[in-house]
């Protein structure tokens, strides 16, 4: 039986051949190979981080893309919509037109009475709900974009071509004429031409024969 030796410490297992200073070198690199790893891994996620990004960056692109398309898809359909229901309309008017012309006549004529006069007020009345505006005067200018001249006169106290008669009013929706009104029109008379006043300190007709006024 063997006695332990007092102070005697039990060593870590050296290999042969090597002294047990080799173990302290290893260590010391298992150490500080540990912070190389977490840098890499954090590279890494940044990368992954970037590409996350410029992902989300297109997806959002795309979408603001798609959202204005549909926008203008909605405005366009819109625009669409409204326009074809003024040409429906613009047409039912349309068709409407003698019907209102023969009111307007009956009501020249002293004829328009009783019930038929109630049922012709409700015909221009729904007429002007629906956007119907009827135009053309007597006394106001000729004006060939709303204006259809079917007779023509000379008058003298007119000074420019002047709508005398209207023979069938016109009618717009909006801005848009469905029909001109149809006038007669007048014109000054060939070769009448407009006197203005002698202004003020112009030398009259008289002065110039005599030579002029007196000197003092």
Known sequence: MTEETPGFEEKPDVPSGATPDDAEPKAASEEGAAPAGDASTDAG???????????????????QRLQAEYQ?????????RITVKEIAVANLLTELLPVLDDIGRAREHGELVGGFKSVAES????????????????????DPTIHEALMHSYAPDVTETTCVAILQPGYRIGERTIRPARVAVAEPQPGAQTV?????????????????????
């Open 45 to 63: 996620l940044l990368a992954q981080l970037d590409q996350v990004r410029t992902a989300l960056s297109e997806r959002t692109a795309d979408l």
């Open 123 to 142: 015909l221009e009345t729904v007429a002007a709900k629906m956007g119907l505006q009827q135009f053309g005067k007597e006394g106001e200018p000729f």
């Open 72 to 80: 203008n898809y909605r405005r366009r359909v819109e625009r669409d």
């Open 196 to 216: 203005k006043p002698a202004e003020e300190g112009e030398p009259k007709a008289d002065d110039k024969e005599n030579g002029g006024p007196d000197e003092g």
